[in-house]
């Protein structure tokens, strides 16, 4: 409060004590795959298929991850990071980019090229240099890739690498003597870009700890480390290789188990029958991730042909379309929200017998309706605990957790008595009637539905000393409606 000297009206901002809580997001996806092009082991924000493209490059016969990406886009999702991913060896990469070495006018190398990332797809990039068109002693440098033209007029040696480094999709230029400029009339072509995902026989040199990454080397699943709003994980690529996928799968639930603010989604290897994948299924336990079976059919963009691949990109996209339109608090499956507009069928028809014996163990069957379509028709994790089974419960406790966390950082510090007691308990009650009047919990009123407990009985002395604050708060989620049981009986006619 300031001093008042003279007489006047002065104007002072009082804060009310009010510190919104505000939801947090839910629907951003997060993928490790393999990719034709771009960074690896380096979470890169894709909005939209076009940045994927111009990023990774587009579809590719070794990997699912581009497929995985679109359909994440085709079914409502409108936000992702990826991760592209090779084989490492002593925690190095063994992918590689494609090189080469321009000449100035004595023949001397004078320009070395690097591709602008690591594969095989670089060596499709040429350069030509060409005479500048108003400078005498300037060059026109023409980069080309697959029909695809990057033209650089007027370069001289003061600056030709920072217009190129700086402009280019395609390449990187570096040099010792920036007095020399490279020769015009020649033209060059990258080679020896590695993919590091296959050996000299074709055959697959990817292990599981390839896709979990390492917390040191910040690769893999661990790219995702710095990035704070993830929600939506899979490896599409995992399911491609029985001998590691299972692997890869305990890696997605441990990883998301342990940040505590993301769910994992767990494909089976392909061409499994139902007795398979409920043997593939065992073992695996973690509220943090759901399984889903079996694989779906597209048709491939590459070929035209039908393609089957694993369903987590689809389904990715369906968890974050029904996080837009109805809450977090609705399972991601019906013959509405369930329903895959990206695919035209599954790889096996799975019949109701069968199905009957998929659900009840946390196995989501994916089921082809004669009138409904391809719709998910199992909403359930992958948890041994009861209390867990369904997966929007699962997922709206992250939701609750994490938006409560962010949303009370600013009571760290404040003194602790029962005026701030006061602030957090209206604070908090204001965010789950929001909540509540989502359709997000179950009862009649606010009361039924949850309750906020903060005051001298869970803050007693000793806590208070200890220099702690807790915070009780209880919530009733509504369960899905799995079993919508219809009984009908007979009315008997009264003479």
Known sequence: MGQYLSPGVYVEEVSGGSKPIEGVGTSTGAFVGIAKMGPIGVAKEIANWTQFVNTFGSYTADGYLAYAVSQFFSEGGTRCYVVRTCHYEDDKKTSASSTATLKDDKNDD?????????????????????????????????????????????????NIEEIVNNKSAFIRMSREDPERIPKVDQTVKLAGGKDGIKDDDG???????????????????????????????AIPDGAANKDINKDV???GLKYCGLRKDCFFIADPTGDLD???????????????????YPWVIISDPLTGKKKTMPPSGAVAGTYAHTDSVRGVHKAPAGISEGFLDSVSGVERIITKSEHDGLNPVGINVIRSFPTSGICIWGARTLSADPEWKYINIRRLFLFLEESIDKGTQ??????????????????LTAFLSRVWRDGALFGGTPEEAFYVKVDAENNPPEVRDAGQLVIEVGVAPVRPAEFVIIRISQKTLEK
Do not use: C
């Open 110 to 158: 004078t320009i070395n090229v690097t591709a602008s990332s690591d594969g095989k797809w670089s060596e499709d990039v040429s350069i030509e240099i060409k005479k500048a068109t108003d400078l005498a002693d300037g060059v026109k440098l023409i980069v080309k890739y697959k029909g695809t033209e990057e033209i650089f007029d007027n370069l001289t040696n003061a």
């Open 203 to 233: 055959k697959s040199t990817l292990i599981a700890a390839d896709f979990e990454g390492d917390e040191k080397l910040q690769n893999g699943l661990h790219a995702f480390d710095t990035v704070d709003d993830i929600n939506i994980v």
């Open 249 to 251: 799968i305990s890696a």
């Open 274 to 292: 139902p007795m398979a994948v409920r043997t593939f299924r065992s073992g695996l336990n973690s509220s943090y991730g759901a399984l889903y």
């Open 410 to 427: 600013w009571v760290v510090f404040e003194p602790n008595d029962p005026a701030l007691w006061g602030k957090v308990k209206r604070n």
